[in-house]
């Protein structure tokens, strides 16, 4: 979704208030590569360009980087965050679906956490059952290396 306006030299542009794509990253701790790839996949609109071809990022494509940054960090994947940008753009949006998306997250979250205390305790036996000595035996990496079947 391109937004089409003449294209300015960079200076030019500065003044009216864009940054170009370092910093916009500076000002969003988001990284150049990522913004491209956001861009990439349509979670942010297509930059504007200079004459000289340099991308050109206003107030509010900071404010969506920024909001990217923050779903990323509670865990959101790509899908979601299209999602929850779609929702949060729509000034009729039902709460209602904002909760339930999150909800939904929710729950993926503590099937990770359970999932991962699980591999924790496992590895935590297996670390009490190894005697760490210069012996070549170890139950870990027989573990590791057993046929799934006979795994606990």
Same mark, same amino acid.
């Given at each position: 979704?391109? =937004?089409? +306006?003449? *294209?300015?030299?960079?200076? /030019? ?15 969003? /701790?988001?990284?150049?590569? +990522?913004? =491209? !790839?956001?861009? #990439? ?5 297509? $930059? ?11 107030? #509010?494509?900071?404010? *969506? ?5 923050? &779903? ?5 994947? +790509? ?15 039902? #709460? &209602? ?16 956490? *359970?999932?991962?205390?699980? +591999?924790?305790?496992?590895?935590? @036996?297996? $670390?009490? @059952?190894?005697?760490?000595?210069? =012996?070549? %035996?170890?139950?870990?990496?027989? %573990?590791?290396?057993?046929?799934? %079947?006979?795994? !606990?």
């Amino acid at each position: 979704m391109p =937004r089409h +306006m003449p *294209r300015p030299e960079l200076s /030019d542009a500065k003044v009216q208030g864009f940054h170009n794509i370092g910093e916009a990253s500076a000002l969003t /701790d988001v990284s150049a590569k +990522m913004i =491209r !790839h956001y861009e #990439s996949i349509g979670l942010i609109p297509e $930059a504007n360009r200079t004459f000289a071809n340099y991308r050109l990022y206003n107030d #509010s494509d900071l404010h *969506r980087l920024r909001f990217i940054k923050r &779903s990323r960090t509670l865990g959101f994947s +790509m899908k979601q965050i299209s999602t929850l940008l779609e929702l949060w753009n729509n000034p009729e949006r039902a #709460s &209602s679906e904002v909760k339930k998306l999150a909800n939904a997250h929710i729950a993926e979250l503590e099937s990770k956490i *359970r999932e991962m205390q699980s +591999m924790q305790k496992t590895l935590q @036996n297996l $670390a009490k @059952n190894c005697h760490g000595n210069d =012996r070549p %035996d170890c139950p870990i990496l027989e %573990d590791l290396g057993s046929p799934v %079947d006979c795994r !606990h």
